[in-house]
């Protein structure tokens, strides 16, 4: 395909603008289309540079308008990746998952990955209240906003207070509904610490992202509504794919 037929071949065609700006457009409409939605990724440069019938120098051109624009992203050795919208994610005194991701019209998900009685780590014993050495639940799940995953959570439960709580666990069900179970009618977040750090190789993989990348961290602490701590948390945020939204006064 000579430049001139490609340009002819373009939907919309419009004389005067550059091809690389033309093949960025033609690929924005694909990506805004889903047509990549299954792999996640476009084309390498070979292929989309055959395809176009432009050299390499061209379409590094359109790939770089496009990850400006916040539609990919490029990993080095890895690709070009489909870059959705980064979603607010809303630390309130009730923050809540799915709550949080239906709000904007995103569809929550939840892989159960680990469900078992451990010693409570240090951090975890203080806070929530429980002498050295104390059982507690961890619960570990890969978050899903429209099937991508965006943050890895730990939560920690008393395990006296909680028991049976593992066996009710499910991909699909609440936690609130769960904790409704064991008389917790309500709960609030008493606080959030947020931070960054590096991620291990399995959370990197787990998230599809580079270890090299930073990830955001929220540690947090969950109250019934007579204060008593029920749940401690970490969780794990794509920094590409999530910001922390905080907001002043209480968000119903």
Not at 41 to 54: D, K, M, Q, S
């Amino acid at each position: 395909m000579t430049v001139e037929q490609f340009r002819s071949s373009l939907p919309g065609r419009r004389r005067g603008v550059s091809v690389w700006r033309q093949i960025a457009d033609t690929l924005k409409i694909e990506i805004q289309d889903r047509r990549y939605a299954d792999s996640g990724r476009i084309p390498g440069e070979i292929e989309l540079a055959a395809r176009f019938g432009v050299n390499r120098h061209t379409l590094r051109q359109a790939v770089a308008a496009l990850q400006l624009e916040g539609l990919v992203r490029i990993e080095a050795g890895r690709g070009t990746f489909v870059q959705h919208g980064v979603l607010d994610y809303h630390l309130t005194q009730r923050t809540r998952f799915n709550e949080n991701l239906l709000q904007q019209g995103l569809l929550p998900g939840r892989q159960l990955l680990t469900a078992r009685s451990v010693t409570a780590p240090e951090r975890a014993a203080l806070a929530l209240g429980l002498a050295k050495g104390s059982s507690a639940l961890m619960v570990q799940t890969l978050n899903e906003a429209n099937d991508e995953p965006i943050g890895l959570a730990t939560a920690y439960y008393p395990a006296q207070r909680f028991d049976g709580l593992l066996a009710m666990l499910t991909n699909d069900r609440p936690t609130s509904d769960i904790l409704k179970h064991f008389g917790v009618q309500d709960y609030v977040r008493k606080l959030s610490r947020i931070g960054t750090k590096m991620p291990d190789d399995e959370t990197a993989r787990l998230l599809g992202q580079p270890a090299s990348r930073p990830l955001l961290w929220v540690e947090s602490t969950d109250v019934d509504l007579e204060d008593v701590p029920i749940k401690y948390g970490e969780c794990f945020f794509c920094g590409d794919r999530v910001q922390l939204v905080i907001e002043s006064g209480n968000r119903p």
